[in-house]
């Protein structure tokens, strides 16, 4: 009855109003938030278990924007070091780029939106060396409003051009991951750094990267929210190593043929082998996405 005499005497909330709100709510627990520019109660955010619920109606769009986003904005939980959210945007037919490697741009705008609205909601974007050199990315948020997240490349042999935006535009802290041993310790803040910052810790060429590895030196850095962006060999990495809590794949549709594959992973002979995430599918506009969630408990890295 409340909830209906809300409707009638409120505005629904919409995808900007939606959108502010769960920006406000990152890392939050415990609290009500208001409706942007009021103080009129909006969203109710539980103690520790990551819960919430909505004190006043919101359109299909905006109610969308909550189930997809806010999961990924609740604090981790206790014992949890680090939180990490993969990506794919492939063709129909499970392909990221043709042959030679174009891949601008198989998803529409709204599933571009949808990307750039995870990197504002995570500490690090991450990508691997051949995404970096193929796609020269920005990983930043000119596509919504929020925070540029602090950009990690994964470049053993220093593979990436220095001409690069990565390495030239200054829009965000940037990490270079690269060849050699690690040094734990003290690192300096991220905060306001305009340089290139490069951290050896992937060993050295015999050795394989080691993704949990990955994942202890950013959160040496104080980076816990992961945002593992590409490309495909990178992506799948993370996933066989069991270290995806959430995969979004957004699928276009567009039939490429013959190109590259958007996972990379070990055969199975049996399709009970297979992996069989909780599924949601959200239908962007432009693409559809299949938001897919894993049990995964990090601990320790």
């Known amino acids: 009855m409340a909830m209906d005499r809300l409707a009638i005497e409120s505005p629904l909330l919409d995808t900007h109003s939606a959108w502010q709100l769960i920006l406000q709510a990152r890392d939050c627990a ?141 829009a965000a802290p940037t990490l270079r991951l690269v060849a050699g041993d690690y040094q734990p310790g003290p690192k300096p803040k991220l905060q306001g750094l305009t340089s290139v910052l490069e951290v050896p810790c992937l060993g050295h060429d015999q050795q394989p990267v080691c993704p949990a590895q990955i994942l202890a030196v950013l959160a040496d850095f104080g980076l816990h929210k992961i945002f593992i962006e590409g490309g495909g060999v990178t992506v799948s990495a993370f996933l066989h190593a069991q270290l995806l809590d959430r995969l979004h794949v957004m699928v276009a549709p567009m039939i490429i043929g013959s190109g590259r594959p958007a996972f990379t992973l070990p055969e199975i002979d049996q399709l009970d082998d297979a992996l069989r995430p909780r599924a949601t599918m959200v239908n962007l506009g432009s693409d559809m996405l299949f938001a897919l969630e894993f049990n995964v408990n990090h601990g320790d890295l």
């Open 30 to 170: 415990n609290i009500i938030l208001s409706v942007p520019n009021s103080t009129e109660p909006a969203l109710a955010l539980s103690e520790d278990d990551g819960n919430w619920r909505l004190l006043r109606p919101a359109n299909e769009q905006a109610q969308r924007l909550f189930d997809l986003f806010l999961p990924l904005v609740s604090p981790l939980a206790d014992g949890q070091t680090t939180s990490v959210i993969g990506q794919l945007g492939q063709s129909l037919d499970g392909r990221i780029a043709t042959v030679s490697g174009h891949s601008r741009f198989i998803n529409g705008d709204d599933g571009i939106v949808h990307l750039h609205r995870i990197r504002a909601l995570s500490d690090a974007v991450v990508v691997g060396a051949g995404t970096a050199v193929t796609d020269n990315p920005q990983l930043t948020v000119r596509r919504t409003s929020g925070d540029n997240p602090v950009r990690v490349v994964i470049d053993r042999r220093r593979r990436v051009p220095a001409s690069h935006h990565l390495f030239t535009d200054k």
